[in-house]
């Protein structure tokens, strides 16, 4: 008998443990059959009896899950990219998704752009944005960079609000809706094609953010995230990695801020106040940065939470920011960490590489000197 089997008969009372199989193990049908009964359910959401009277009592189900629910699910999506992946601290995420917002109700109220034309406008201006505060700014690490793009953040609502061409502090009204697909409205009381719309781009988010994790891009965030000095005697381009990561996660953002516009067809600068990036920061955070189904877990409760005790007026934040803390006190890594994430907090560094806090013993080096 080995020793290592031994070992393990001891541990387990004398009877070797049969390790418990993780999705990713799972055959390829097997997989991608549970994606699809979950896309099916999520699609299903809107219309299925009961839920609507338990989930949002005091709103209307259906347009509660397009925002402030889908919408910060994808924007956790794009902001877990740069925090999750790459290890960067982001406090004005909320920039590009006004970036996005902005392109496609001016083009559409002024130049009559239909929103599928004005959608990828907007969201290459939020790309190039986020290369333009990158450029100079991503040499900057930890406190530092997110001092820079909490301003960047504030910046652009400051600059919509002076602009004139913008519409100041009245904003820009008269946004189109997208044009109806088939059977699909997009009206002002037909909810459900934009939550079939959020719901595609979530899916499309996800697909690309697992490729992209996978692939050599991920492995050299993940190089960034867990030390970038030792990357960069690597020969790792770190520079070109994190600009990568900043100029991704800000497209989705102004997908996202695309789909706002035409959504509510008026948009002011005090949509999008620092507030809203903390949340979706918060979000990525509280599910667990860096994995996926942990990001849409807290970016559903970021944003139901709040809808859920409305009935509770002024008080509802307060139960918010208790859960929050709760749960933070509770599960620190995170409500779904990954395996990664998990290791990074044994050794000190928070879950999530270097931005996080030392914690535990790891944190804690003993120096034995000795006594002549």
Request: charged share 15%; proline share 6%; hydrophobic share 50%.
């Amino acid at each position: 008998m080995s020793t290592a089997l031994f070992k393990e008969r001891i541990k387990g009372g004398g009877r070797p443990r049969t390790p418990i199989p993780s999705f990713g193990g799972l055959p390829t049908p097997v997989r991608w059959a549970v994606y699809i009964a979950l896309v099916a359910l999520a699609a299903a959401l809107p219309s299925i009896p009961g839920v609507a009277d338990i989930m949002s009592p005091q709103n209307d189900w259906a347009s509660v899950l397009v925002f402030p629910i889908g919408l910060y699910i994808l924007m956790a999506l794009g902001l877990n990219v740069v925090v999750g992946y790459a290890g960067l601290l982001d406090l004005g995420y909320v920039a590009f998704f006004a970036i996005g917002a902005y392109t496609n109700a001016i083009l559409g109220s002024e130049y009559g752009w239909g929103f599928w034309e004005a959608l990828p406008v907007g969201i290459l201006l939020s790309m190039i944005a986020g290369l333009l505060l990158g450029t100079p700014t991503l040499r900057l690490r930890g406190d530092y960079l997110a001092i820079v793009t909490l301003g960047f953040g504030e910046i652009i609502r400051v600059t919509a609000n002076n602009t004139d061409w913008l519409g100041g502090p009245r904003g820009v009204t008269n946004v189109p809706r997208p044009p109806a697909i088939g059977d699909l409205e997009f009206g002002a009381l037909s909810t459900k094609p934009y939550w079939y719309l959020v719901l595609a781009l979530i899916v499309l988010v996800i697909i690309i953010g697992k490729r992209l994790e996978r692939s050599r891009v991920g492995r050299a965030w993940a190089a960034i995230r867990e030390d970038e000095d030792a990357a960069e005697l690597m020969g790792v381009p770190t520079l070109k990695f994190k600009l990568a990561s900043f100029a991704i996660g800000a497209g989705i953002a102004g997908a996202g801020g695309a789909v706002y516009a035409s959504r509510t067809t008026a948009i002011l600068p005090d949509n999008f106040p620092f507030v809203l990036s903390a949340l979706i920061l918060a979000a990525v955070v509280l599910g667990g940065s860096g994995n996926i189904a942990g990001v849409i877990l807290g970016a559903f409760l970021v944003a139901w939470l709040p809808e859920r005790f409305r009935e509770f007026q002024e008080f509802r934040q307060l139960f918010f920011g208790a859960a929050l803390v709760l749960i933070m006190l509770f599960r620190p890594q995170g409500l779904l960490p990954n395996a990664r994430r998990k290791a990074e907090l044994q050794e000190g560094t928070g879950g999530m590489g270097t931005l996080g806090a030392e914690v535990g013993a790891a944190a804690t080096q003993t120096v034995e000197v000795d006594k002549k």
